[in-house]
């Protein structure tokens, strides 16, 4: 009887080491992850904050766009938003990107 006890004790801490290991390693993917959305989001940041300066550049008139580059920004926002989407997202409205 002891032997079944010892073996069911032994069952039990393999199944709880097993757990954990498992755990660390969901912790340690979701850490992965965490860091790349840090970095997406700080990509996001610098494009947004790009974009808005080229916009006051343009409506001051010290930046002038060529048609590549109008042509490419259209295409951007096409790909980003097929549908009409919220400002953050494409600082642009859509009458301000055909003006280009």
């Keep these: 009887m002891q ?3 010892l073996e069911l004790c032994t069952s039990s801490v393999s199944s709880y080491q097993i757990q954990e290991s498992v755990a660390v390693d969901q912790i340690s993917q979701l850490s992965k992850d965490w860091g790349c959305v840090e970095q997406l989001v700080k990509a996001a ?5 790009s974009l808005h300066l080229a916009k006051a550049q343009i409506k001051s008139g010290k930046l002038i766009l060529s048609k590549a580059v109008k042509q490419g920004m259209g295409g951007v926002r096409q790909y980003l938003c097929p549908r009409p989407c919220p400002r953050a997202l494409f600082p ?9």
């Design 45 to 49: 940041q610098l494009l947004t904050a």
């Design 92 to 100: 642009f409205t859509p009458r301000e990107s055909l003006m280009w």
């Design 3 to 5: 032997g079944g006890h």
